[in-house]
């Protein structure tokens, strides 16, 4: 047993206890006034199907996967603990200045338990999403801290991704709000493209091994294929995730009437720049067209929620609008 398991294993014997009796005072409507129901706990489902009672208004939410911070942000909650993003040793650049005093409390795919229990205040409720596969054992020594929700999972597109978060912090009709000014916002972006409507959109990110694009089922293209607009056919592959890296013998998959380019770090702009001098590029249609668009890598090719769909629609608009 790791250490940290050790430290939680007493703590999480009385958290499922306290779970326990509090999920049988939750779900006594006939003795509970409306106030205490409003107040009290509440019994829901996560992304797993698992039962879990958590608070009926959380206040000290730690988000551990980028997706959840992002539909945190949206809801208009302040986490007190995150991940880092994978880009650095904050979290992601878009959304930093909208959580300055956030505490990090380790990587997405490793989240610090110490670093957790130490949050002050203490946690109330713990957002576990969209990792490739829930780790029962890690989830377990999670719920000794506070009550973790899988909010989603790997295959889940960030709509439902939000819903699940909303779910866990009683926030669904917020959710719908959000997901009502997104569809707007998608309305009105496509009204501004005028004759880029029918263009053929590239999505690319550029990384220190070579360029990828991005499939069918990635955050950034779920935005465009609500936009109406085309992807090129090598690029309708199935998966939430970018491609495997393209050789730059190949680089014609990548073209389009635009291309939208992003690398993530600055090891991934130091290789684009060496491409850039390889024929292959300086033949592409959207090179000598000079329809090449260069955005943050971090909201277009990662995983998104709705403040980087919102950036993504507006470096759409400005690129492409008439």
Not at 89 to 101: E, F
Not at 202 to 226: C, E, I, M
Not at 283 to 312: E, Y
């Amino acid at each position: 047993m790791s250490r940290s398991r050790k430290l939680f294993a007493a703590v999480a014997v009385a958290a499922l206890s306290l779970t326990a009796c509090g999920g049988g005072g939750g779900t006594d409507t006939g003795s509970s006034t409306s106030a205490a129901a409003e107040e009290g706990p509440r019994t829901i489902t996560d992304a797993t199907g698992a039962q879990l009672t958590v608070p009926a208004k959380p206040k000290n939410v730690v988000a551990l996967a980028e997706t959840d911070l992002d539909a945190v942000v949206a809801l208009g909650v302040t986490p007190i603990g995150a991940s880092k993003s994978r880009q650095g040793d904050s979290v992601a650049g878009y959304l930093a200045g909208k959580v300055p005093d956030v505490k990090l409390v380790g990587e997405i795919v490793e989240p610090n338990l110490d670093a957790i229990a130490a949050l002050d205040p203490k946690p109330d409720i713990i957002l576990y999403g969209h990792f490739i596969e829930p780790d029962p054992a890690q989830i377990a020594d999670l719920n000794a801290i506070a009550p973790t929700v899988v909010t989603s999972l790997v295959q889940d597109d960030w709509k439902a991704s939000l819903k699940g978060v909303a779910n866990a912090l009683n926030l669904s009709a917020k959710a719908d709000e959000v997901l009502k000014d997104y569809d707007k916002k998608v309305a009105d972006t496509k009204g501004a493209l005028g004759a880029n409507a029918s263009a053929e959109v590239s999505l690319v990110r550029w990384n220190p091994q070579g360029p990828t694009y991005l499939q069918k089922q990635h955050f950034a293209s779920t935005v465009v294929s609500d936009l109406g607009i085309k992807r090129p056919q090598a690029q309708q592959t199935d998966g939430t995730g970018p491609s495997d890296p393209v050789s730059l013998e190949k680089l014609d998959v990548l073209d389009g009437d635009w291309l939208f380019l992003g690398t993530l770090n600055a090891d991934g702009a130091g290789a684009l720049k060496q491409a850039e001098a390889n024929p292959t590029w300086t033949q592409l249609k959207a090179v000598q067209a000079k329809h090449v668009v260069t955005v943050d890598g971090v909201p277009w090719t990662s995983r998104g929620g709705p403040v980087a769909a919102g950036i993504v629609l507006d470096d759409i608009r400005k690129a492409l609008g008439q």
